[in-house]
T-cell receptor
Framework: KQEVTQIPAALSVPEGENLVLNCSFT??????LQWFRQDPGKGLTSLLL?????REQTSGRLNASLDKSSGRSTLYIAASQPGDSATYLC????????????FGKGTRLHILP | DAGVIQSPRHEVTEMGQEVTLRCKPI?????LFWYRQTMMRGLELLIY????????DSGMPEDRFSAKMPNASFSTLKIQPSEPRDSAVYFC????????????????FGEGSWLTVV
């Protein structure tokens, strides 16, 4: 069974610090991996998508990496701000013939002012 | 584009009643997904459609759940009869078919329908 795991479930970090969120998956034959942000009471917003042929993607203060061989992805947030407080979820899609997207349970991030 | 639109945003209903959740995907998107989110189980895929055709409903919990997509711009998820354990946030999401541009592979979520069954 494909699984996506995110540890820790919750994280508190002082404002200004750089931080890394972790995501691990059991199936190395992935098509792509995506990071999402979810604010309380809201839907999910896509942050970064990494195709299996890529190793990383960057957008502003965010950088996502992908290591298929170890089954890991990380989301790096530089110079964290209180507005970054949210739940961050990673999701994998197994293959281009498989449309299912499997989500981790997320890491709830709190940036301390 | 207005994004994926879901209704109702919030619903409180009594056990045994029928619940209908509605979704309007982004125009031009070929795929539509229904997810359920709970604290215990996270986000679970219930069913998805491609070009209005149900492709995989293996995530639908039981026969009380049904989903339809009568046209490219509308889908419903129905629970009949509803039970307290159905209380969750139900998300609809859509995306285009795979494209070379990465943005074509992004999935877009609605704001969710918060269901409470008492």
């Amino acid at each position: 069974k494909q699984e996506v795991t995110q540890i820790p479930a919750a994280l508190s970090v002082p404002e200004g610090e750089n931080l890394v969120l972790n995501c691990s998956f059991t199936d190395s034959a992935i098509y792509n991996l995506q990071w999402f942000r979810q604010d309380p009471g809201k839907g999910l917003t896509s942050l970064l998508l990494i195709q299996s042929s890529q190793r990383e993607q960057t957008s502003g203060r965010l950088n996502a990496s992908l290591d298929k061989s170890s089954g890991r992805s990380t989301l790096y947030i530089a110079a964290s701000q209180p507005g970054d407080s949210a739940t961050y979820l990673c999701a994998m899609r197994r293959g281009n013939r498989d449309d299912k997207i499997i989500f981790g349970k997320g890491t709830r991030l709190h940036i301390l002012p | 584009d207005a994004g994926v639109i879901q209704s109702p945003r919030h619903e409180v209903t009594e056990m045994g009643q029928e619940v209908t959740l509605r979704c309007k995907p982004i125009s031009g998107h070929d795929y539509l997904f229904w997810y359920r989110q709970t604290m215990m189980r996270g986000l679970e895929l219930l069913i998805y459609f491609n070009n209005n055709v149900p492709i995989d409903d293996s995530g639908m919990p039981e026969d009380r759940f049904s989903a339809k997509m009568p046209n490219a711009s509308f889908s419903t998820l129905k629970i009949q009869p509803s039970e307290p354990r159905d209380s969750a946030v139900y998300f609809c999401a859509s995306r285009t078919r795979d494209r070379l541009l990465l943005s074509g592979n992004t999935i877009y979520f609605g704001e969710g329908s918060w269901l409470t069954v008492v």
